[in-house]
């Protein structure tokens, strides 16, 4: 459900506004969301001596004086190098925190509570297929003949990992919708997203080295004029280059993110009817999300591959379905329509399931991953009988999809 998934990375996009606008080092991207610097870390102008600061920056906020930009932004840096993400939140201004959470608060008074809390309920499903169906969903057809290995294979190395980092984030605070009205982004940042960034460390070797590049990485101070503060990057593997910070409440901030931060609230706050739906769109979803959940039911409790694989190609086709009732302010309709002298009985469409794909990585510069692809062609549609208001959905003998090859 396109539309509640995004929710709880509103907060998230806030703190990343601005930093993908110039250089692609990532070290750099990691130290351009924020500011700060380590007693201890580098000198003005100077390498960082010794490496990372002993002891990384205080909990909750940045030491170093905010009249020396360099240092400032240097600790920062090494503090997500040393992946201690709630300083996304921590170097934020007074301001800036506001804006946030209150975009936060307007989302979740937005949304629906009873279908956010199924989708958490039906995400939670999903992934309890995830972590006991592995070996059926890799022989799943659409995605042991089409899904190329340099996606699969490491994806199939880190399946742990990324089991347990959704469990974590299923399992967080914002599992609710009260949790979501009640979260505190700093204590979310500073538990689950910690712990989150702990497992890509451990599961995918590429955050490690982005990670360990951030503490490589040294700021120095090119010029400084009132609250604007030039600053040179260096690492090992990177060309040096120069960016332009500016200081708000005493915390240095890319140039960028400032520029760019009322219109983004402002973008954010208009986005919110988007959030809203109908009483008649509800029961629709709520239908699909019922039937959602009873197919993860029967592909928990499939016997077999090919029980499995009937049951999968028809979750799809809801899922399909859900995406289309829930986009847009009121959604549009889902494409269900009912199926000719069967009463009670609705046809679903065929067709790919287009989606978005997962991205390979978060603004900051640490990658997470590959990337999935954004969807699996399904082939044609198939019925589905006593759907609404029957409990679950239960696909017909002619589901089996065939396999295209999916789109490039």
């Known amino acids: 459900m396109n539309t509640y998934w995004r929710v709880p990375a509103l907060g998230l996009m ?25 007693a201890g870390g580098a000198a003005a102008g100077g390498a960082p ?9 205080a909990a909750g906020g940045i030491t170093a004086s905010a009249a020396e930009p360099d240092k400032y932004v240097q600790e920062f840096i090494y503090s997500l190098g040393d992946g201690d993400v709630s300083k996304l939140w921590t170097s934020l201004p007074s301001k800036y925190q506001a804006d946030a959470k209150a975009i936060i608060g307007d989302a979740a008074a937005n949304i629906d509570p009873e279908l956010y809390d199924k989708s958490f309920a039906l995400a939670t499903k999903a992934t309890l297929v995830l972590k006991t169906k592995k070996d059926f969903l890799l022989k799943f057809p659409p995605i042991e003949q089409n899904v190329p290995d340099m996606i699969k294979v490491p994806v199939v190395e880190a399946w742990s990992s990324i089991v347990g980092g959704l469990e974590m984030v299923l399992n967080s605070e914002i599992k609710t919708h009260a949790g979501l009205k009640s979260a505190d ?14 497992i890509g460390k451990s599961s995918h070797p590429l955050v490690g080295m982005e990670l360990d590049s951030a503490k490589k990485t040294k700021v120095s101070l090119v010029k400084v004029e009132g609250d604007t503060a030039t600053l040179k990057f260096e690492t090992d593997d990177k060309p040096p280059h120069d960016r332009v910070y500016k200081k708000v409440e005493g915390k240095w901030l890319p140039a960028a993110m400032v520029d760019g931060w009322d219109k983004t609230i ?8 988007g959030l809203k739906i109908t009483p008649e769109k509800k029961t629709e979803i709520l239908g699909l999300v019922q039937s959602a959940d009873g197919a ?4 928990l409790a499939a016997p077999d591959q090919a029980t499995f694989d009937k049951e999968t ?13 829930t986009a847009g302010p009121g959604g549009p309709g889902s494409g269900l329509t009912p199926h000719a002298g069967t009463p009670g009985t609705l046809t679903l469409p065929g067709g790919g399931i287009p989606g978005q794909g997962i991205p390979a990585g978060l603004p900051g510069g640490v990658p997470l991953g590959t990337g999935i692809p954004s969807g699996l062609p399904l082939g044609t549609g198939a019925r589905a009988p006593q759907f609404p208001p029957g409990p679950t959905l239960t696909p017909g003998p002619s589901l089996t999809p065939p396999v295209p090859a999916l789109p490039k």
């Open 313 to 325: 190609a028809g979750l799809l086709l809801v899922f399909n379905a859900i995406k289309s009732a």
């Open 296 to 299: 993860l039911d029967r592909m």
């Open 14 to 38: 806030l703190l990343a506004a601005g930093c993908n606008k110039s250089d692609n080092s990532a070290a750099t991207s990691v130290g351009t969301t924020g500011g700060g610097a380590t």
């Open 266 to 273: 402002a973008d954010l706050r208009a986005d919110m009817d």
């Open 185 to 198: 982004p700093g204590q979310f940042l500073a538990k689950t997203g910690n712990e989150l960034v702990k």
């Open 49 to 57: 001596s010794g490496g990372a600061p002993s002891g990384g920056a």
